[in-house]
Each structure stands twice: as C-alpha cells, then as structure tokens.
C-alpha cells in the first residue's frame, strides 16, 4: 500500500503546481511558492523580488540593485 503526503492549499496537475490566489486581512493578494523551487533557485526568506507582466502571464525574478 502507497501512501501520498497530501498538503493542505497545493495540488498536483501532472508536473505543474497549482496554487490558489488567497486574500489576507489587510487586503494583499498573495500565493504561496513551491518549497522544491525556492531551493533550486537558493531563494530566502525575506529576499526581494520583482514581479514582471509578460503578455498574459505573470514572471517572479530575483531583485537585481
């Protein structure tokens, strides 16, 4: 018997991750990032990034001073 760990707000759709656009109390959309890719990209707690609208959709890069 197989047993699957199941995370609460994450769901698999064949390879990618779909995640839920959630609203907090002080209004600010937020969405939570996959832990398997903050580590491959070596982000932080705390880093900043930047957000960039191409076409339709939306692409998180790593602040650059």
């Known amino acids: ?7 609460m ?7 990618q991750n779909v ?3 959630t609203k907090n109390s002080t209004g600010t959309y ?8 903050v580590r491959t990209l ?10 960039k609208k191409r076409g339709k959709d939306l692409v998180i890069v790593d602040w650059q001073e």
């Open 42 to 51: 070596g982000w932080k707690q705390g880093q900043k990034v930047v957000f």
């Open 30 to 37: 937020q969405v939570s990032l996959p832990i398997d890719l």
């Open 1 to 7: 018997l197989l047993k699957r760990k199941v995370f």
């Open 9 to 15: 707000g994450t769901r698999r759709s064949g390879e």
């Open 19 to 21: 995640r839920n656009i």
